[in-house]
């Protein structure tokens, strides 16, 4: 029977909604092909065809028995109150896809560096660290290396063609980051560099400080170029993506309650909406 479902379904016929073509009936509910089409991916095997089939029939029959279940024994109170439920529901999800719709194309995503600047500076107060933030360049390499001296120095200097020259020896690294022009969590420190934690990273990570350090088999060279301490505030720089969604963010909500207003306002005016004293 379900060999011949699939050959059904292969067939790109229309399907009347005739009982005697039913594939599955539960009480006074049926099943029909149209109700399966597109269910099995093009390509997929006989055999994994007949098991997916199988398992929608099996499922639909299950929610059919038991939604039969649930009218029989659930109180009309509170099949009132779902229904209610299932209503509001269906108007909050047509409400919030054509709200979505009308912002797509009607707000401004443009965000000027002023208005990121201007929100910082108001809210300051706001942006406290939850965690140390830290802006450090490292490179960890084999103890021994008889380069050493050479990659130490230019790591000290770190003019451009002393970087250039340590992207080139790069493959005798272990680990190494450069950009120490970007902010990033404690968090990350302890993760790239083993030998801190939160017992001793004030030893070791401060704004300014550089230093060389070694266990059995790794050394690592670490220059920290400055620090935000927990509770202090954020920079800007850090701060900045998440502020410019916040502004977003109040323009898409100012728009919806913009449009939402307009809407009542009009059925008003055109006297599709009246509130009877």
């Not at 093009?42 to 299950?62: E, H, L, M, N, Q």
């Not at 401004?108 to 208005?115: A, K, P």
């Not at 070791?204 to 220059?223: E, H, M, N, P, R």
């Amino acid at each position: 029977c379900l060999c011949s479902l699939l050959i059904l379904l292969s067939c790109n016929k229309e399907n009347s909604k005739n009982k005697a073509d039913a594939v599955a009936r539960v009480n006074n509910e049926y099943l029909y092909p149209s109700d399966l089409e597109n269910l099995v991916p093009a390509g997929t095997p006989k055999k994994d065809s007949i098991a997916i089939v199988k398992d929608f029939i099996k499922r639909w029959a299950t929610q059919q028995l038991l939604i039969d279940k649930a009218y029989k024994n659930i109180s009309k109170s509170k099949q009132v109150e779902l229904d209610n439920l299932i209503n509001q529901y269906k108007i909050d999800l047509y409400s919030k896809a054509y709200l979505e719709q009308l912002v797509i194309t009607k707000i401004d995503t443009v965000i000027t560096n002023e208005e990121i600047e201007k929100y910082y500076s108001t809210n300051k107060s706001n942006f406290k660290a939850n965690s140390p933030l830290v802006k450090l360049r490292y490179i960890s390499l084999v103890k021994g290396n008889n380069k050493l001296t050479t990659i130490s120095a230019k790591f000290s200097s770190f003019k451009s063609k002393d970087k250039k020259d340590l992207k080139n020896l790069a493959i005798q690294f272990k680990d190494y980051a450069f950009n120490d022009s970007v902010w990033v969590d404690i968090d990350q420190i302890y993760e790239r560099l083993p030998f801190v934690n939160q017992d001793n990273v004030a030893k070791f990570i401060d704004a300014g400080i550089s230093y060389q350090y070694a266990d059995s088999t790794t050394v690592w060279l670490v220059k920290v170029r400055d620090m935000v301490h927990k509770n202090e505030v954020v920079p800007l720089s850090y701060i900045s993506p998440t502020i410019k969604q916040i502004i977003l963010n109040k323009r898409k909500t100012d728009l919806i309650n913009k449009i939402q207003t307009e809407i009542t306002n009009d059925a008003i005016k055109d006297n599709d909406f009246e509130i009877f004293k």
